[in-house]
């Protein structure tokens, strides 16, 4: 006899239908699959068999064969337990066909027959949604995720039997936790009135927040470089609702939203640590997941130590940062995952972290700090719209922002500074609303709606030639004036734009 139910499985972030086929043939007692399954999916042959004896089902003695199509795509993951186990069921006759009609299900089976949750559970509701499914059965733990998706049933199950149950026609799916959609929202982890002095390193930070630009800051150790690359997360404009959906689903994929509690409603910050491979900072692996630059779609990937990093590993960052996509071209198969992220590095100038001070000498020899800035290539320094060399803030400055005194004025605050940012903002997307950002204007874009004077871009000729920047280096350089001029309200860029544009391109000619 043979039976189908239908799931899906992921490829990237998004996820395609999956038809699951069981025959019984004659022959000897076996479970075999076919359709390019991975380990994971193969050893659900022992896991099916167990949570169908311990939820009283009995196992067929007969050949089973189970097909996963479409038969030329890799299936990866223990999601397929459930959509074998309940097909399995309809094949033996311990379940009626029409029951798994226009229901798609997944989740990974225990042996005793309970569902664990599953990674990518919201885009497997996204492709069931699409395909017009009439409900979808997941584990308990993924039910919050998958009932984001609106127009989908979604039908919550934690075991094999709670499963056959809610393919009932008398089934009513269990009410949604009123708080597993509406956590908590995260506080800003630093307010810009918790930095002191630093007003060139506080004014790139709003430029970035504002254009979307990418950002390096270079300084001693303690001068408050990674105070700043903290409070950027905090001065970002808010979600729109498609975009926290996005974010959930990345987030779901990597198998990480679990412990977020549901929507993800605030940018993520992500800081890996400078010895992390390849496959970490950009996803893939023999399991494919997304790296720790997708994991920041939408908000601030904050690169410490930037000099520690491996030469290989900062260079494979050079085209997602151009284009905002990450492709993954492996043997098998081709995956994608989106990077629209703003980039924030900090280094020392060295690796005794001293040379320039005035008041620290510097230890490392001439080759020393050569071998140590020649991990940053020029093409890759070439991408970073703003490049600030910072100084250690001085102690008269630092004991401001532990007085008590009433007659303190403080640093202005990130709420005050979020204020130009999103006027800034709409600017920009009155402009240019394909864009979003000046970050991603185009030469043409620059052309045609850049609004730059005769005498801007005489001057800016002038810098070209003077400094030999390259035609990316000479682009960033208007872009980033551009985005000047909306902080200030300006329609069009003025020379002064320009002027301190080339203030934050220390490292590139």
């Not at 393919?167 to 009513?172: E, F, I, K, S, W």
């Not at 679990?258 to 390849?278: D, K, M, N």
């Amino acid at each position: 006899m043979l039976a189908r139910s239908s799931t899906a499985a992921l490829a990237g972030i998004e996820a395609y239908p999956v038809q699951v086929e069981v025959d019984l043939a004659p022959g000897l007692p076996a479970l075999v699959i076919v359709g390019l399954a991975d380990a994971a999916v193969q050893e659900s042959r022992e896991r099916v068999r167990s949570a169908l004896r311990n939820s009283g089902l009995r196992l067929p003695l007969s050949r089973v064969i189970v097909s996963l199509a479409p038969a030329d795509r890799r299936k990866q993951g223990p999601s397929f337990d459930l959509p074998i186990a309940l097909a399995l069921a309809c094949a033996s006759g311990q379940l009626e066909p029409a029951r798994l009609e226009g229901i798609w299900c997944c989740g990974e089976l225990g042996l005793d027959g309970q569902l664990r949750p599953i990674r990518g559970a919201l885009s497997i509701a996204l492709a069931a949604q699409r395909a017009g499914a009439r409900a979808l059965l997941v584990p308990q733990a993924n039910g919050p995720e998958a009932r984001l998706i609106s127009g989908l049933e979604v039908r919550p199950v934690s075991s094999l039997c709670e499963a056959l149950e809610a393919l009932q026609p008398d089934y009513t799916p269990s009410p949604l936790q009123p708080s597993s959609d509406t956590p908590q929202p995260t506080p800003i982890p630093v307010d810009l009135q918790e930095i002191q002095g630093q007003a060139h390193g506080r004014r790139a930070l709003e430029i970035a927040a504002a254009g979307g630009h990418h950002l390096l800051l270079v300084g001693p150790p303690g001068c408050g470089k990674t105070l700043l690359a903290q409070s950027l997360a905090g001065l970002l404009p808010p979600l729109s609702p498609p975009e926290q959906l996005e974010i959930t689903q990345l987030y779901s994929v990597a198998g990480e939203l679990e412990q977020l509690g549901g929507l993800i409603r605030t940018r993520p910050f992500r800081s890996p640590h400078h010895s992390c491979s390849s496959a970490a900072l950009l996803g893939g692996g023999s399991c494919p997941r997304p790296g720790e630059l997708a994991l920041a779609h939408r908000g601030v990937l904050f690169l410490d130590e930037l000099g520690e990093f491996r030469r290989d590993v900062l260079n494979q960052l050079r085209q997602p940062l151009e284009q905002g996509t990450l492709r993954l071209s492996r043997a098998k198969q081709q995956l994608h995952y989106p990077c629209c992220i703003s980039l924030v590095a900090a280094t020392n100038p060295c690796p005794c972290g001293w040379y320039g001070d005035p008041e620290h000498d510097c230890s490392c020899t001439t080759s020393e700090r050569q071998r140590y800035w020649g991990r940053l290539s020029g093409p890759l320094l070439d991408r970073i719209d703003l490049q600030v060399v910072m100084q250690r803030v001085p102690a008269q400055v630092l004991r401001q922002g532990y007085s008590a005194s009433s007659a303190r004025r403080p640093p202005e605050s990130t709420a005050c500074a979020s204020q130009r940012i999103q006027q800034a903002r709409l600017r920009m997307k009155q402009r240019n609303p394909g864009a979003g950002s000046n970050h991603r204007l185009s030469a043409r874009d620059l052309r045609d709606t850049g609004a730059f004077s005769q005498d801007t871009l005489a001057l800016w000729e002038q810098v070209m030639a003077a400094r030999a920047l390259s035609a990316r280096s000479g682009q960033r350089l208007l872009s980033v004036a551009r985005t000047i001029a909306d902080l200030n309200g300006d329609d069009q860029v003025g020379p002064q734009a320009v002027a301190e544009a080339l203030t934050y391109r220390s490292f590139t000619a």
